[in-house]
């Protein structure tokens, strides 16, 4: 198991080759990150199952398990939010608001990655693919320091990914697992000013509140939830109808299902029961 701050190295050193990779080449690495998924279906499959058995046994919640669960379906879709990442424009390079001034120099703002990426995140493990993906799709190295109750899930997923991009043309320490789960190293984690260039939490209010308290590196502070639907006076009631139950109802368990539903003062009557 590597040290955090060895961790930290490697992602230094990958950094600049990655904020220097071409569009082409970052997506044909996302391709073969989708294809190693689910080339590894049945290895993730059977190390999400340790996982899921360790959680029944400590009487984790239903909807907790749910989250923790990974299938062959939730696999596929995984490896397909990997190439609908491909699929988005380069965030990096775009210049914006460029303009001369009095002196006849050009000034503007051009987007560049942002360096070394540290997402601390509890027990989604399909998280551990989205993030490594949207982090190297805009040119950043990523830490990943998943919950201890994915920990084999986590792994097994993180392995795969840098399989494939020992396929391709960029540096597999693009995307790096903290396997040490301890609270103390997640801690070690906020302060890491040297390596980290900006924190993410992604989870409940409790993490969230421990990242923002103890962080010296910058942080990016997330949502909870707590996610709204509002139906508009404008809105064909049918569709609004399915939209509403489908965005509750397709998983209750994830954090982005609707938990709030606004109706136009002009539609509650007829759209309400």
């Known amino acids: 198991m590597q040290t955090l ?19 082409p ?5 996302l391709e073969l990150m989708a294809e190693g998924l689910l ?8 190390e999400n199952q340790k996982d899921t058995e360790a959680a029944k046994q400590n009487g984790i919640s239903d909807s907790l398990l749910d989250r923790l669960t990974l299938t062959s379906e939730r696999i596929e879709a995984m490896a397909q ?16 608001s460029m303009w001369t001034n009095e002196a006849g120099l050009k000034i503007g ?3 560049v990655p942002l360096g070394v990426i540290g997402i601390i995140y509890e027990a989604r493990p399909n998280v551990t693919s989205d993030a490594a993906g949207l982090c190297f799709k805009s040119g950043n190295v990523v830490i990943l320091r998943g919950g201890k109750e994915a920990f084999h899930s986590n792994k097994a997923i993180v392995t795969s990914l840098r399989s494939a991009l020992e396929k391709s043309s960029l540096p597999t320490d693009a995307i790096q697992l903290l396997e040490d789960t301890s609270r103390e190293t997640a801690r070690e984690m906020m302060q890491l000013n040297r390596y980290l260039d900006v924190l993410i939490p992604r989870g409940g209010a409790n993490l ?7 962080a ?12 709204h639907v509002y139906v508009d006076q404008s809105a064909q009631l049918d569709m609004a109808r399915d939209i509403v139950v489908n965005a509750k109802t397709d998983r209750p368990s994830v954090c982005n299902a609707a938990e709030t539903l606004l109706v136009h003062k002009d539609k509650a009557e007829e759209f309400l029961p």
Do not use: F, M, W, Y
């Not at 701050?5 to 569009?23: D, M, N, P």
């Open 109 to 111: 703002r051009q987007s």
């Open 25 to 29: 080449q970052k997506n044909e690495a």
């Open 81 to 96: 939010g990997l190439r609908d990442i491909a699929k988005l424009p380069d965030p990096v390079g775009l210049v914006d």
């Open 208 to 214: 969230i509140k421990a990242v923002v308290e103890n």
């Open 5 to 23: 701050i060895e961790l930290g190295k490697q992602a230094k050193q990958a950094e600049r080759h990655l904020a220097q990779a071409t569009t």
């Open 216 to 227: 010296t590196v910058p942080v990016i502070e997330t949502g909870t939830g707590n996610c």
């Open 39 to 46: 080339a590894s279906s049945e290895e993730i499959i059977s």
